[in-house]
């Protein structure tokens, strides 16, 4: 199989010619280790999808970690009609992300569906994940410039953001 340049996604080194971002990827995971809180900004075509991706990848490998791997490009309107709504939204990607790559919180979440109607459902629910689940969680979010002009979601980032400061009183994601 010849090898070809990407421009349309996610890169695979087996199909696609790559720039080596080793050094970077290993710079990445040292942030996540220290439980720091980051944003990969690039312009289109940069690398993020596939590095999220190689990224999930890398923390699954190291076995103390369930990443979930989503991404906002196919949110639809609907989600933005209110908090509760996102909040729903929001545990889907989740859902369908454990569902692809984290079985056993797949199986957790199945047998233990929440009721979503607000932020704070949506925190506890996120508080007794973490609490159930001996490994760090990394939440990994792709695309979030689709969303980005959107009141509801500008306070969803407002809600992760506080999730996250909270988390040495709470289980949380890491």
């Given at each position: 199989?010849?090898?070809?340049?990407?421009?349309?996604?996610?890169?695979?080194?087996?199909?696609?010619?790559?720039?080596?971002?080793?050094?970077?990827?290993?710079?990445?995971?040292?942030?996540?280790?220290?439980?720091k809180y980051f944003i990969i900004?690039?312009?289109?075509?940069?690398?993020?999808?596939?590095?999220?991706?190689?990224?999930?990848?890398?923390?699954?490998?190291?076995?103390?970690?369930?990443?979930?791997?989503?991404?906002?490009?196919?949110?639809?309107?609907?989600?933005?009609?209110?908090?509760?709504?996102?909040?729903?939204?929001?545990?889907?990607?989740?859902?369908?992300?454990?569902?692809?790559?984290?079985?056993?919180?797949?199986?957790?979440?199945?047998?233990?569906?929440?009721?979503?109607?607000?932020?704070?459902?949506?925190?506890?629910?996120?508080?007794?994940?973490?609490?159930?689940?001996?490994?760090?969680?990394?939440?990994?979010?792709?695309?979030?410039?689709?969303?980005?002009?959107?009141?509801?979601?500008?306070?969803?980032?407002?809600?992760?953001?506080?999730?996250?400061?909270?988390?040495?009183?709470?289980?949380?994601?890491?």
């Open positions: 199989m010849r090898k070809e340049f990407n421009i349309t996604g996610n890169c695979f080194p087996k199909l696609h010619y790559m720039a080596d971002v080793s050094h970077k990827m290993t710079e990445t995971i040292e942030l996540i280790e220290k439980g900004n690039r312009p289109r075509q940069y690398g993020k999808t596939t590095t999220l991706y190689a990224l999930a990848h890398a923390l699954r490998q190291k076995g103390d970690y369930i990443a979930l791997n989503m991404s906002f490009e196919a949110v639809g309107e609907d989600a933005y009609v209110s908090e509760m709504s996102f909040a729903r939204k929001f545990l889907r990607l989740m859902t369908k992300a454990a569902r692809l790559e984290e079985k056993p919180l797949f199986s957790w979440i199945n047998q233990h569906p929440p009721e979503i109607h607000s932020w704070d459902d949506l925190s506890d629910f996120i508080s007794e994940m973490a609490d159930r689940f001996p490994q760090k969680i990394a939440i990994l979010i792709d695309e979030v410039d689709q969303s980005s002009n959107n009141d509801i979601f500008i306070r969803f980032l407002a809600f992760l953001r506080n999730k996250f400061l909270a988390r040495n009183a709470e289980p949380t994601f890491h």
